[in-house]
């Protein structure tokens, strides 16, 4: 059988995905193919986390009924949205279905390299965020043995994958329901006695403020990329009360805090959200010093989008015109930070491992702080350059 594949969305649809159709390729009579025009069935990993990508998802998978003799419908789309979707061509895989998959034989799946997006250690989470899909999608945390995933990584590390990546809803929720916690799995991962790098995904505050003693000391080895994304998405408390966060701003920050003292010039990412219900100006400008004072080199932003299940679903967002606003001033101030904090890294000396071709002749390779350097040339994926940074883009490094 023929399969064109593509996946849409956060890190863990994409890892899912991934290796969804790493096993059904473990079918020799099953071949990818580039194009759904040639594919005998074409798979889709989808993603509802806001209306516009729901609608771009339902438009996309008509495209490709239209084009492959038969679509299936992987990811959140399939609990929101999943039975309105299904025709004489179009295969919604249910929830419980990939739950079983996700439960079942993952660690013997054959990854081929080049469509691998990653290692997913848990499903759900321990949230209940009043806007938030994403959790009704996933359902409650059900955490991977340790064991799974380290019999997993070294699988990947056989095949010559050299940057191990593990997702989720929320990595610093991993372990809760098995007398576990991610440091742990960080430790176990690393101890692992190979040559590789390890970055870590999104994880929520509430979460990592409660193991971030034991978080910050899994870090300090030298596998794990120094990168953090820590979703804050507002600094007023009365917003963060109002979403059902289950943190302050305070606590938010005493994790960011606590990272940046310990490993200077890491990576941060954190999300906003502009626009609840209860958002102001008083509070869009707490959140603009925020981003002013942390000064991260990823922000996320968007605007609130009621999603239906959710308890804010009847919640209507503020005046789009002022949200616009809003919006262009904090990416102005992004633009402006990370241009000065990457002119202070010209002249200076990097050492990174390759883990992508670029455009125009160029690789892409990261830094100690997971930091995206293009260098001119052709190298070897995972191969480690040391090389000169002569110049950068508006979110990475150019060296030489």
């Known amino acids: 059988m023929k399969i064109y594949f593509e996946s849409y969305g956060c ?12 096993k059904m390729l473990r079918d020799k009579n099953n071949v990818l193919v580039k194009t759904p025009e040639e594919a005998d069935l074409s798979v889709i990993g989808t993603c509802v986390v806001i209306k516009h990508t729901e609608d771009k998802m339902v438009r996309r998978i008509s495209e490709l009924s239209n084009k492959s003799d038969k679509v299936r419908v992987l990811g959140c ?25 996700y439960t079942g034989d993952l660690d013997d799946i054959e990854i081929k390299s080049d469509i691998h997006d990653g ?20 359902g409650r945390l059900l ?10 990584v070294k699988m990947q590390l056989d095949h010559s994958i050299k940057e191990i990546r593990i997702s989720s809803l929320d ?35 509430r979460n990592a403020y409660d193991i971030l003693s034991e978080l910050l000391n899994s870090y300090k080895n030298n596998k794990v990329y120094k990168f953090l994304h820590l979703p804050v998405q507002s600094a007023d408390n009365a917003v963060l009360d109002a979403m059902n966060r289950e943190y302050t701003y305070g606590e938010a920050m005493n994790v960011l805090n606590a990272f940046k003292d310990n490993f200077m010039g890491m990576s941060i990412a954190t999300d906003i959200i502009l626009g609840y219900y209860n958002d102001s100006s008083e ?23 009621p999603r239906p299940y959710t308890k804010d679903f009847n919640k209507k967002p503020l005046n789009s015109n002022l949200l616009k606003n809003w919006s262009n001033s904090l990416i102005e101030l992004h633009n402006d930070i990370m241009n000065k904090k990457l002119d202070g890294y010209i002249g200076k000396i990097e050492d990174v ?48």
């Not at 010093?289 to 996320?300: G, R, S």
């Not at 350097?373 to 190298?379: A, D, E, I, Q, W």
């Open 77 to 101: 789309l399939s609990t929101v949205n999943g039975n309105t979707l299904e025709s004489e061509n179009i295969e919604v895989l249910k929830p419980k279905e990939f739950r079983n998959f």
């Open 11 to 22: 890190t863990l649809e994409k890892s899912e995905s991934s290796l969804y159709l790493n």
């Open 171 to 205: 990595t610093a929720a991993y372990g809760k329901d098995i007398q576990t916690d991610l440091a742990n799995l960080i430790s176990k991962i690393t101890s692992i006695d190979s040559e590789f790098r390890l970055r870590v995904g999104m994880m929520e505050p």
């Open 353 to 400: 491992m390759i883990t992508e071709t670029g455009k125009n002749g160029t690789c892409v390779g990261r830094d100690d702080n997971y930091r995206p350097v293009v260098l001119k040339g052709k190298y070897d994926i995972y191969e480690n350059v040391n090389c000169l940074i002569t110049s950068h883009g508006n979110n990475y490094l150019i060296g030489e």
């Open 143 to 152: 955490s991977r043995p340790v064991e799974k995933i380290v019999n997993q």
């Open 283 to 305: 509070g869009f400008e707490k959140t603009h010093k925020f981003i002013e004072e942390l000064k991260p080199d990823i922000v996320n932003i968007t605007r609130f989008s």
């Open 119 to 138: 290692i997913p250690i848990n499903q759900g989470c321990t949230g209940s965020c009043n806007f938030c899909i994403s959790h009704i999608a996933r």
